[in-house]
Structures are given as structure tokens and as C-alpha cells.
């Protein structure tokens, strides 16, 4: 078994190991859930959602009747309630005419759904959000374990360097390239791991956590595929992203709204009932009967083309809307597969070379066949494409998170192991 097997096995053991004594590591599916119920965002368009809601029956009943009393006739010295010779109590209700207390129950339940759509959008940005810092919270354990891998290769190496310049067979500068080698990728690992918890207070905040709390280390993303087409994601946005449908409902609460500005041209009626007491005289009731008049006919004609207007204008923000996203949809997409296909380079071919390369020139070093620089080179070449590999790994996640976002679909349920 050569150096690097040697290497690389005690490093994920001891991985292993710190895991089991320290904790498990941070499942994205937990942190999901924490921010589905902790974050204040989400909440606050949570509780606005259940508040118009709650308008929807308000708006679809009758407005408080009025009771009232009447003493008529009472004496100029006295002021007592009894001597009053006419005494009256009634009760009066004002009834909007067939249809419009309808409407405005639609129109409320068109502001319920707009809310909903406002909460769906915002879960699901903080989500993807969440699943894009998670990626970099990946990303940077990756690099913390590779840079660590690569120093410890490193380290070996700057062994055999010294064993050889003691017998002759190189000069110094052998084993001082080794040693700032490992000191580079060492002084690496500390910016990496200064990264890694701003990235953690960033995931914190997400899941509405003190800042400071610790999640343990991230779990390992897998380079998925996603077995969908252009033309099956665009029918997944048109039919599921909550601010398309944000825009359909703020475009049928705009027709709705203009049907009811017709509908103040139509009489509210008052219904009225009193009965009356007055002194000698058999009691007496009364029922009346009123409706309004629209005598001020510009004030519901300046409100029906102020909703006209309102309703173009939803109509094209409609429109607006379903394009841009659209288009952002297809941006995406093309990010996704193009990155797919780096992952998939990468793992078939430049990090299975890179590896062979740097076995052999260990090899040809080990046998004097091959100066140190050649090795030095491999290392870092061998070292940069890892990086790079987990780097394309974050982005297409990164990428799935916000296509998963617009779609308003779950593209892939797994991506962890």
C-alpha cells in the first residue's frame, strides 16, 4: 500500500471517529424542517396568510344593525324618562343590494389566495436559500478535508525529500519546497475553516438559531442527475411557481374588483322597524323601507375605470411575470446541465488521471527517475481538481435548490447519503 492509501485511510477514519465522539453531522432535511418552524420570515407571511383569511367572512356579512330608542314629548321642568308622552325603540339594518357582499367575500378569498401565494413564495426562497448555503457549508468541510489530505501527502513527501538529501541524492531546496508546500495548504485550511462558520451563522440564521449554535459537520452531496427535459421543467413553472400564480390571482381579484365597482351603481336598501308608546293611545309600529341613490353617478364611474385600469395592469404584470421567470428558469437549467456534465468529466476522467499521475511520479521520484518539482506539480494538480470537483458539486446543487424553487417541485429527493 503506497503513501497516499495510507493517508487517505487514516484520514477518513479519523473522521469517522470525530464524528462518533463529537456528534452526527448536520442533516439538510433537519435544517429544513427547523426553518419551516423557526424562521421569522416564514412565520410573519405564515400569520399574514391566516390573517386575511380570517377577512373573508368578515367581509361577506351584513354590517351591525342599529337598535335604537326614542323618548319624545317629555315635560321642560322634568326630566324624568317616564313623563315622556311618545316613547319609540326600533331596530334598523342596512342590506346591500343581491350579489355585492358575494363579490366581496370573492374578492377577499382572491387576497387570501395572493397571501398564500406570498407564503409559499418566501418558504420556498428561504429554502432554496437554505439549500444553497448548505451546498457552501459542503463545500467548505471538502476543502477543509482535501487541504488537510494534501498536507499530510505533503508532509510524507517532504520525509522522503529529507531521507534522500541525507544520503545526497538532493538538494536542499527539495525539502524547503515540501515544507512551505504543506505550510500553504495548512495556512488553506485555516481560511477554509474561518469560511465555515461564517457560512455556519449564515445556516443558523436561516433556520432561526443563535448564530453561534453548532450544527456539527455537513453530510456529503451526491453529483445527481435529473431525468427532466427543458420543455417538462417549463410546464412544471407555468403550472407550480407560486409568483406566476400570485400573478393569476392579483388578475382575477382585478376583474372581480371592477365587477363591484359596477355593482355601486346598483341601491343599498335600509329595512326599519319601530314600534312607538304613546300615553291613551293603543301602541302603534312602523316599518320602513329605503334604498340609496347613486345621485353622485362620476364617484362609481371614476371607480370603475380606476379598477380598468388596475385590471391592465395586472394583465401585463401577468404577462411580465410568466416571461421573466421563465426565462430565469431557462438560465438556470443550462447552468444545471452544463455543470452536470463537468461533475461527470471530472469524476470519470481528469480526477482518475490526475490520481494515476501522481502515483507514478511518486514512483519515477521514489526511483530517482523524476525531480521533486514534477511531484510538487502532480500534487497540486491532484489537489486543485478535488477542489474543483466539489466546487462544481456545490454549484449544481446550488443550481437544483433554485430550479427546485421556481418549479415549486421537488426535482430530486435524495442528493445525501
Known amino acids: 500500500m503506497n503513501i497516499i492509501i495510507k493517508v487517505f485511510v487514516v484520514f477518513a477514519i479519523s473522521n469517522l471517529f470525530t464524528n462518533v465522539i463529537f456528534g452526527e453531522s448536520a442533516s439538510l432535511q433537519i ?13 410573519a407571511a405564515r400569520e399574514k396568510w391566516n390573517a386575511t383569511k380570517s377577512k373573508i ?40 343590494f343581491p350579489g355585492k357582499l358575494s363579490l366581496k367575500g370573492k374578492i377577499a378569498k382572491s387576497e387570501a389566495k395572493m397571501a398564500e401565494s406570498e407564503y409559499i413564495t418566501i418558504e420556498r426562497k428561504i429554502l432554496s436559500d437554505l439549500k444553497i448555503v448548505y451546498s457552501m457549508y459542503f463545500y467548505a468541510n471538502k476543502s477543509i478535508e482535501t487541504y488537510k489530505q494534501s498536507s499530510n501527502i505533503m508532509r510524507n513527501f517532504s520525509k522522503v525529500a529529507e531521507s534522500k538529501y ?32 461564517t457560512i455556519k451563522a449564515e445556516l443558523n440564521s436561516l433556520i432561526g438559531k443563535n448564530i453561534d449554535e453548532d450544527l456539527g459537520e455537513s453530510e456529503d452531496l451526491l453529483p445527481v442527475i435529473i431525468d427532466k427535459n427543458w420543455e417538462e421543467i417549463g410546464k412544471m413553472v407555468i403550472e407550480n411557481n407560486s409568483e406566476i400564480q400570485k400573478s393569476y390571482d392579483a388578475l382575477y381579484r382585478s ?8 355593482s355601486e351603481f346598483l341601491p343599498d336598501f335600509d329595512l326599519t322597524y319601530r314600534k312607538r308608546r304613546m300615553k291613551d293611545v293603543q301602541d302603534t309600529q312602523d316599518f320602513m323601507f ?35 421567470i421563465i426565462s430565469k428558469a431557462k438560465q438556470i437549467y443550462l447552468k444545471l446541465k452544463t455543470t452536470e456534465k463537468l ?51 456545490a454549484e449544481y446543487h446550488q443550481n437544483l435548490a433554485q430550479l427546485e424553487n421556481i418549479t415549486g417541485t421537488n426535482l430530486y429527493s435524495g442528493g445525501l447519503k
Open 343 to 393: 461533475i461527470d468529466s471530472y469524476k470519470s476522467s481528469i480526477l482518475p488521471q490526475a490520481e494515476q499521475s501522481l502515483k507514478v511520479t511518486e514512483s519515477l521520484y521514489r526511483g530517482d527517475k523524476e525531480d521533486f518539482l514534477q511531484l510538487l506539480d502532480s500534487v497540486r494538480s491532484l489537489l486543485e481538481f478535488q477542489i474543483e470537483y466539489y466546487k462544481y458539486i
Open 57 to 96: 367572512l368578515q367581509e361577506r356579512t351584513f354590517e351591525n344593525p342599529q337598535f335604537f330608542i326614542d323618548y319624545q314629548r317629555m315635560p321642560r321642568d322634568n326630566f324624568d324618562l317616564n313623563d315622556a308622552e311618545e316613547k319609540m325603540f326600533g331596530i334598523t339594518q342596512m342590506v346591500p
Open 166 to 197: 541525507v544520503v545526497g541524492k538532493v538538494s536542499q531546496g527539495d525539502v524547503l519546497r515540501a515544507q512551505v508546500e504543506t505550510s500553504k495548504m495548512l495556512n488553506m485550511v485555516m481560511i477554509m475553516e474561518q469560511e465555515k462558520e
Open 255 to 262: 376583474k372581480l374588483s371592477k365587477k363591484y365597482a359596477v
Open 290 to 324: 329605503g334604498f340609496t341613490i347613486p345621485l353622485w353617478f362620476w364617484r362609481p364611474l371614476y371607480g370603475i375605470k380606476e379598477m380598468s385600469a388596475d385590471l391592465k395592469m395586472a394583465e401585463s404584470d401577468k404577462k411580465n411575470t410568466e416571461l421573466m
Open 31 to 43: 435544517l429544513i424542517t427547523k426553518a419551516k418552524q423557526n424562521n421569522p420570515e416564514i412565520i
